[in-house]
């Protein structure tokens, strides 16, 4: 139980929330560019802008970055805050946190919003750790109360059965997280311009030093940008039936990811799987392998422009979402797909010219 003297403490107590106005994007920069993920944030963020009477604010950090801060007005934003230090030149989770933090304190924004990827998702809770203040991850909407001028983040709870709306009554600034693909990217407009502030902060010595830097899944196509998804289930049966979707993603220039049965089951890494604790994605084509189409796995394929669904099971959950739908053994359903695509390459090579290069979308 706390006790009073802790209850009272001054960095506890509830703030003047109409000391607090504006919006903000971080944008997470990776080889001196800005990351779509956060573009896509902008969407949201000029929607309650407009809801609340508000600007968009960007804020980028790091080093020799400059040039970047345009892009943020190219998307929708107002205005940019840029903190281009060579100190901020690699990259350590608790001093970009203090430095947005040591930001949020001197011009005081009533919302940030910050894109679910690998760095964010590590930095958000430690800038709200700093603010003392609470963090909603994995957004998939955003209204506001008119009254209270309170953000609704929303957000489906364990099960994605229902959508729970939380808010931040006593505190500020609140802090939101959306994953990657669930908000559309603005359109691009190089006319728009905006301000850009030049801020600077106190950047703390890191604790530690970099030794040694790797990127992950180098020379793999991301899921997220993926054009064509072949996707296992728990009903392929066992490891052995990857191999045969991978030649089913080779022919048509896909990749192979994975339900979270057949991640659990160790047929796939973590990094393939798709839905509500996995990756949210909007391929042009997905093809769902014995999978059974959960509403946590569905919640990942929302923006899939074709589903083609394949399972014994007639009643499958899957076949309800789907556009396209086999009912029957795999193991016989994609040989027959795989040789018939092949014969019309043969016959019709102009058709499924550039399925191949269909991959990743730029």
Request: net charge positive; glycine share 10%; charged share 25%.
């Amino acid at each position: 139980m706390m006790s009073e003297k802790e209850s009272s403490c001054p960095e506890w107590e509830d703030v003047e929330k109409k000391d607090y106005r504006g919006i903000w994007v971080l944008g997470d920069i990776h080889g001196g560019r800005i990351s779509e993920a956060s573009l896509q944030m902008l969407t949201p963020a000029k929607e309650l802008a407009t809801k609340l009477d508000v600007d968009v604010t960007g804020v980028i950090l790091g080093s020799k970055i400059s040039k970047v801060a345009r892009e943020m007005f190219y998307h929708g934003a107002d205005r940019s805050i840029l903190v281009d230090e060579p100190s901020l030149g690699t990259y350590f989770p608790e001093i970009y946190a203090s430095v947005m933090a040591q930001l949020a304190k001197r011009f005081k924004p009533e919302l940030i919003l910050i894109a679910g990827t690998m760095r964010c998702r590590e930095m958000a809770p430690c800038i709200a750790n700093i603010l003392r203040v609470g963090i909603t991850a994995d957004c998939t909407g955003f209204d506001v109360d008119s009254e209270s001028r309170d953000v609704l983040q929303i957000r489906p709870p364990f099960g994605a059965i229902m959508l729970a709306s939380i808010r931040t009554p006593f505190r500020r600034p609140q802090i939101a997280t959306a994953r990657p693909n669930v908000f559309p990217l603005p359109k691009r407009d190089e006319g728009k311009m905006g301000k850009i502030i030049r801020a600077e902060v106190d950047v703390p010595k890191p604790r530690g030093r970099l030794v040694n830097s790797q990127s992950l899944g180098l020379g793999r196509v991301l899921l997220e940008k993926a054009d064509c998804i072949v996707s296992a289930g728990k009903g392929i049966g066992g490891p052995e039936g990857i191999g045969l979707l991978e030649e089913l993603a080779s022919q048509l220039g896909g990749v192979v990811a994975g339900s979270r049965k057949a991640v659990d089951a160790g047929w796939l890494p973590a990094d393939r799987q798709i839905g509500q604790t996995g990756k949210t994605v909007k391929p042009i084509l997905y093809i769902a392998v014995g999978i059974s189409g959960s509403a946590q796995h569905v919640f990942g394929i929302r923006e899939a422009k074709s589903v083609m669904a394949i399972n014994t099971d007639s009643e499958a959950p899957i076949f309800k979402y789907a556009d396209y739908g086999v009912v029957g053994d795999y193991r016989d359903i994609v040989p027959a797909l795989i040789e018939e695509i092949k014969r019309t390459k043969l016959s019709r090579p102009n058709q499924l010219a550039g399925m191949e290069g269909m991959t990743q979308r730029k």
